[in-house]
């Protein structure tokens, strides 16, 4: 059969005031048995969870069980999921009064019934050097846009004194290396250590080859340039 196999033992970690604990583990570079994940992901159907062993009774609870960062194919570009919970260097987006607006105008409530910030995310990207970098997903199943007028998203820069040269690009059609729309934002326009709001009309888009907005399977974005600091989206 084609499965890989993990302990979680060496990645515990202890939730403070609390019996919980929070396992993370790297499909990639923690397999103990079984085939490497690249040769099983395109495979899966089942997960199982099991326990050896006599030294131990009592209940065991499981609160939640997430699978990260897997959708996406990369080249030359480090990608991390973050968010303002757990992630002590991500830019937190409640901090900026721009996006806390937005956010009460699309979700209501910037705030949780405890009074903290709502858990937010998003994808830090890592050039891993100067030439095009990108991450690119294959949808299971077409996508239609053919209902929408416009993309929008939120940019941050973090570039600690950098200089901000190169470009984001983003592709989506049904082949990005053939038939699809295309926008190049120049990170040089962007205020840094910021984020940003980034409103892209269907109309403005470039079109290549022969793509249609009721046949979407790709979705490609990437950086291209001499950026050598985080760039959150």
């Given at each position: 059969?084609?499965?890989s ?7 515990k970690?202890q939730v ?10 790297s ?8 085939q ?6 395109s495979l ?7 326990m050896k ?18 959708r996406w ?10 968010n303002?919970y757990?992630?002590?260097d991500?830019?937190d987006p ?22 903290k910030?709502q ?21 299971i ?12 998203f939120?940019?941050?820069l973090?570039t ?5 040269e ?14 699809y729309y295309?926008?190049?934002l120049?990170?040089s ?18 079109v290549?080859?022969d793509p249609?907005f ?5 979705i ?5 340039g001499?950026i050598?600091?985080?760039?959150y989206?």
């Amino acid at each position: 059969e084609n499965f890989s196999t993990y302990f979680l033992n060496a990645h515990k970690e202890q939730v403070p005031g609390s019996n919980w604990c929070k396992y993370t583990i790297s499909l990639e570079e923690d397999v103990f048995a079984g085939q490497d994940w690249d040769s099983v992901k395109s495979l899966v159907k089942d997960v199982r969870i099991w326990m050896k062993g006599s030294d131990f009774s009592g209940k065991i609870k499981f609160a939640k069980i997430s699978f990260l960062g897997d959708r996406w194919q990369t080249n030359n570009v480090k990608i991390k999921s973050v968010n303002n919970y757990d992630d002590i260097d991500f830019p937190d987006p409640f901090e900026s009064s721009d996006f806390r607006n937005y956010y009460e105008r699309m979700y209501g409530d910037t705030k949780t019934s405890e009074g903290k910030w709502q858990k937010e995310g998003a994808l830090s990207f890592l050039a891993l050097s100067d030439d095009t970098g990108y991450i690119q997903q294959t949808f299971i199943s077409t996508k239609s846009f053919a209902d929408y007028r416009k993309i929008n998203f939120w940019i941050y820069l973090d570039t600690k004194g950098e200089s901000e040269e190169g470009e984001f690009h983003l592709k989506f059609g049904s082949d990005v290396e053939t038939d699809y729309y295309e926008y190049t934002l120049p990170l040089s326009s962007v205020t840094t250590d910021k984020w940003v709001e980034i409103g892209i009309l269907f109309s403005e888009l470039e079109v290549e080859g022969d793509p249609t907005f009721n046949k979407i399977n790709q979705i490609r974005i990437g950086l291209n340039g001499e950026i050598h600091f985080p760039v959150y989206i």
